[in-house]
């Protein structure tokens, strides 16, 4: 009689304490921090936003110094959210996108210098749980087209992509066209929130800005591509 009792009320104590923690867990995030953390944690200083634990663990990291509570995201799913596209009026660089929209992704594979695998944990209906991106607007030296010899700086630029996503964790925006003819996901990986992987590839000389198509950040990526010719950095160095 006891020991059933004991055994009910420890039975109700853990689930209490899971649902607790699984639906009403609030973490706090800062404006331009990667962390969430406990209410007390002394990182939040400047300011500090309320948010629940499964959409922070969406978008930032556990804080490494208050240990707040951490969930398997894969429960929560990311499969109502909308895709977030960058074709606003007023958004006119990559930088300024915003970071808390975006869809989180892992690389999982590379391709070439702008092209890589990547892995979403519950999708949203429109996307697959493993997709083959191509960086929107950037065009790198061709690698492993099947009737082109390699072009001069393809292996660099595609090194740089591999030693740059692969293995992490990155964030997605969309932007008109959600894919290509060969049904590859169109997207601009960010590797921080204002850090545009796409961008990066450009302005550090790995690669075109790819004008055939129209896209947001187009004069953006245009100027990148005049900096980096100006400045001799990576292919135009030669
Ligand atoms: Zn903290």
């Not at 009026?89 to 999982?108: E, F, I, P, T």
């Amino acid at each position: 009689m006891h020991l059933k009792t004991t055994a009910f009320f420890i039975f109700f104590l853990l689930s209490s304490s899971f649902l607790a923690c699984e639906q009403s867990e609030i973490v706090f995030v800062t404006n331009t921090g990667r962390a969430y953390h406990k209410e007390s944690c002394p990182s939040l200083t400047s300011s500090k936003i309320a948010v629940s634990l499964p959409d922070a663990a969406r978008t930032h990291n556990a804080c490494l110094t208050c240990n707040p509570p951490v969930i398997d995201i894969r429960k929560f799913p990311q499969n109502n959210m909308e895709l977030y596209k960058v074709n606003t009026a007023g958004l006119k660089n990559s930088n300024a996108a915003n970071h808390d929209l975006m869809l989180k992704a892992d690389v999982v594979g590379h391709v070439d210098g702008d092209t890589v695998r990547v892995r979403i944990n519950n999708p949203p209906k429109s996307l697959s749980v493993v997709e083959t991106i191509r960086l929107l607007g950037v065009d790198t030296p061709e690698t492993v087209h099947p009737n082109l010899s390699v072009q001069e700086f393809g292996m660099e630029a595609s090194d740089f992509t591999k030693d740059n996503l692969l293995g992490k964790t990155i964030f997605l925006a969309f932007d008109w066209d959600l894919r290509d003819k060969y049904g590859r996901l169109l997207a601009y990986i960010y590797t921080a929130p204002g850090v545009c992987f796409n961008a990066a590839l450009i302005s550090e000389g790995y690669g075109f800005a790819y004008l055939d198509y129209p896209f947001q950040f187009m004069e953006e990526f245009k100027s990148l591509e005049q900096k980096a010719k100006k400045n001799k950095r990576g292919l135009w160095a030669r």
